[in-house]
Each structure stands twice: as C-alpha cells, then as structure tokens.
C-alpha cells in the first residue's frame, strides 16, 4: 500500500493510554505506530525484527517488549493495533467509495461519447465495448482488493472476482467485503484468503458469530467503554448546567407585595 501522508494521532487518548511509559518507550512506541501506518499492515515481528523499527537494541527491546506489547493485539509474529486498524479502514473506505463512483462515471460518459457517433461501424462499437468490459473489470477489482482486509493471492483472487461479478453486481461484493473487514469478530490472523471468500459467495454470509476476547482485547474494550461513559456523564452534567442557567434567566419574580409579606415572616 502507498504510504499515506499524514497518521491520525489523539493526543489527549494518548497522553492518558501512555502515561506509564518511559522518555524511551515513548519514542518506540511512536515509531512502531508510524511504521504501522506507512505500510499500512499489521507489524511483523518475525526475528524480534522490531527492535530495529523501535530503534532499540536487544537489550533494550527485551525490556521495553512486554510493556508495548500491551497496546497490541499479539498473535504469533503479528502485532495488530485495533485503533490505527479503525484509522486505516475509513481511509480505505472513502477512497474505495470515490473511486469506484469515479469510474463508474468514466465508463458512462465514454458509453454516451460512443453512442452518439454515427460514424462508428457496429464491428468498432463491439471492439469498444469487450474493452471497456476488462477495463472496468480491472478497475473494479482494484476498489475490491483496496478494502479487502487480507493481501494474499492477488492473481488467484482477481481471477474469482471477474467469475463472481458475472453473476453478481460489483457493488455487492464490495460492500459485503468491507462489512467482512470491519466484523469485530473477525480474528486477523483467521482472515480468509480473498479468492477463497469470493468462490464462497461469503459476501452473502451472516455477521461472523461472537467470540472469547483476548485479554489485550478485553482491556481495549474497557477502556473504550470507560471513556465513552465519561462522555456521555460529561455531556449529561453540560447539559443539565445549561438547562439550570437557563432556568435563573427565565424566572419570574414574586410580585411586590408577595416579597414583602416574606420578609416581614421572616424578620420577625
């Protein structure tokens, strides 16, 4: 994937996540989290090959290791982190929605171009048509593999997609693609293989049934929902302030006579 030119970074999520850690983790973690995010894929630990990614050496990284390792789901080699994940995927999101409505307007507007030049022969209009049929078929393929979660077997995988929109539109697949990629029951590490997906019409599958966290899952679920509910009491008390405010502004005072009588009730 191309590397991207900015990385989202919430500061205060992070100041509050990362407040344990040392001057020296710190700068590893930020450089595991822009190498995530410029190649745009899960870190490969593979070797303790991160080490050189965090810019420490062995000694360092062993030390360091256990206390990064908790800001990532770890599954064998594979580091995954569930934020830059969720960053990824709405990026990928767009850019698949724009282009694939960009070249959809494309074709339109050289089919229109086509029909209405008298001039053509039908053998050259039937030329035209079969290559815009494997234009667009590439192209279509390219906005699936963009949000398709796993990369694996390109070649095999474009081979089932150009089968699968015969039968089926595009757009259909695509959506049940992304659906796939942001299925929170989803496990990276058991993500079908493209072309296998596509032979199994799973765009028509059900949500993927629950499943036991991990426990470096189950502590991002926490904290996720703890700052939610942090939110929502925060709006709540905002809220109920502002209404109070509003309140003082809008009463109504005694009449005279009223205010009179409970001073004397009161001053006796």
């Given amino acids: 994937m191309t590397s991207l030119p900015y990385m989202q970074l919430y500061v205060s999520d992070y100041l509050a996540d990362t407040a344990h850690l040392t001057a020296q983790q710190h700068g590893a973690y930020m450089l595991l989290l822009m190498n995530y995010w410029q190649r745009g894929k899960a870190l490969d630990n593979s070797n303790e090959r991160l080490s050189h990614v965090a810019r420490l050496s062995p000694e360092e990284w062993a030390e360091a290791k256990p206390t990064l390792e908790e800001f990532f789901i770890v599954e064998g080699n594979l580091w995954t982190h569930t934020r830059v994940e969720d960053d990824l995927e709405k990026i990928r999101e767009k850019s698949a929605k724009a282009s694939f409505a960009g070249r959809r307007s494309v074709v ?11 001039e053509q022969s039908l053998n050259h209009k039937e030329e035209d048509k079969e290559e815009d049929k494997d234009i667009n078929k590439k192209e279509l393929f390219v906005d699936f593999w963009n949000v398709y979660p796993l990369k694996v077997g390109k070649g095999a995988a474009q081979k089932a997609f150009e089968k699968a929109i015969r ?10 693609a992304l659906r796939y990629k ?17 032979n199994a019409q799973r765009w028509l599958d059900d949500p993927l049934p629950p499943r036991n966290l991990s426990p470096a899952e189950i502590k991002e679920k926490e904290l996720q929902d703890a700052k939610a509910k942090a939110e929502r009491e925060r709006v709540e008390n905002e809220t109920w302030f502002r209404e109070q405010e509003e309140a003082k502004r809008n009463a109504v005072p005694p009449p005279a006579e009223l205010r009179e009588l409970l001073r004397k009730s009161f001053t006796k």
């Fill in 182 to 198: 942001s299925d929170p029951n989803r496990v990276p590490g058991y993500t079908a293989h493209a072309a296998t997906w596509l």
């Fill in 108 to 118: 339109a507007r050289g089919l229109n171009e086509r029909l209405t030049n008298a």
């Fill in 167 to 176: 039968t089926t539109d595009a757009d259909i697949i695509i959506k049940g």
